[in-house]
């Protein structure tokens, strides 16, 4: 059973940086599509980054050039380096595998202005 388990996250000023761990239990990260994904409150929740099983990464356009998505595989976890935070990337962010489907229990983000 793959489990994914989130931590990183808090209250920083705007500007500030923040590093996001997900930690994959029962597979192997690096054989994974795994997703970042945030969903602020009254919003839908959006792909932030994205490491497919082959090393692509995508990222959202409003995150680009301030958002690093990257995979310790001797660790099995994926983390997302947020720097120059915005008080618009507040929000609960969560990991995701699509295959097999399972989320992460979220963690919140806060960045203050």
């Known amino acids: 059973q793959v489990q994914l388990v989130e931590s990183g996250g808090g209250l920083v000023q705007s500007g500030g940086s923040l590093r996001l761990s997900c930690v994959l239990s029962?597979?192997?990260?690096?054989?994974?599509?795994v997703g970042w994904y945030r969903q602020a409150p009254g919003k839908q929740r959006e792909l932030v980054a994205m490491?497919?099983?082959?090393?692509?990464?995508n990222y959202a356009n409003s995150v680009k050039g301030r958002f690093t998505i990257s995979r310790d595989n001797a660790k099995n976890t994926v983390y997302l380096q947020m720097n120059s935070l915005k008080p618009e990337d507040t929000a609960e962010y969560r990991c995701?595998?699509?295959?097999?489907?399972?989320w992460g229990q979220g963690i919140q983000v806060t960045v203050s202005s």
């Open positions: 490491i497919r099983s082959d090393s692509r990464i």
């Open positions: 995701n595998t699509p295959y097999p489907y399972t």
């Open positions: 029962g597979s192997i990260v690096s054989d994974l599509d």
